[in-house]
Nanobody, 114 residues
Framework: QVQLVESGGGLVQAGGSLRLSCVTS?????TAWYRQARGKQREFLAT???????NYADSVKGRFTISRDNAKNTVYLQMNSLQPNDTAVYYC???????????WGQGTQVTVSS
């Protein structure tokens, strides 16, 4: 069974930074970050694969960085130059190795004030 716990959200002013964490378990093929703003559809942000390759949505490329600490089973999303339109609930998602089933964390709120 795969379990995910997200943390690191909060309230910041425009131009500030936050680092989100997602503690994972199980055998993981890939980990991704998504967000969903109020009244909007869920949006893909970034992913890191088992082999370490990364991909980013154009909207966050250059501002957000996904990374991992394998020893701690933790994936991070470093978010810089935050703007009010980054306000959303941020979710991590993992794809399990072998079955390729997808699992979601509970989400963490990020609010950016102007």
């Amino acid at each position: 069974q795969v379990q995910l716990v997200e943390s690191g959200g909060g309230l910041v002013q425009a131009g500030g930074s936050l680092r989100l964490s997602c503690v994972t378990s199980g055998s993981i093929f890939s980990t991704a970050w998504y967000r969903q703003a109020r009244g909007k559809q869920r949006e893909f942000l970034a992913t890191i694969t088992r082999g370490g390759s990364t991909n980013y949505a154009d909207s966050v490329k250059g501002r957000f960085t996904i990374s991992r600490d394998n020893a701690k089973n933790t994936v991070y999303l470093q978010m810089n130059s935050l703007q009010p339109n980054d306000t959303a609930v941020y979710y991590c998602n993992v794809v399990r190795w072998g079955t390729l089933q997808s699992y979601w964390g509970q989400g963490t709120q990020v609010t950016v004030s102007s």
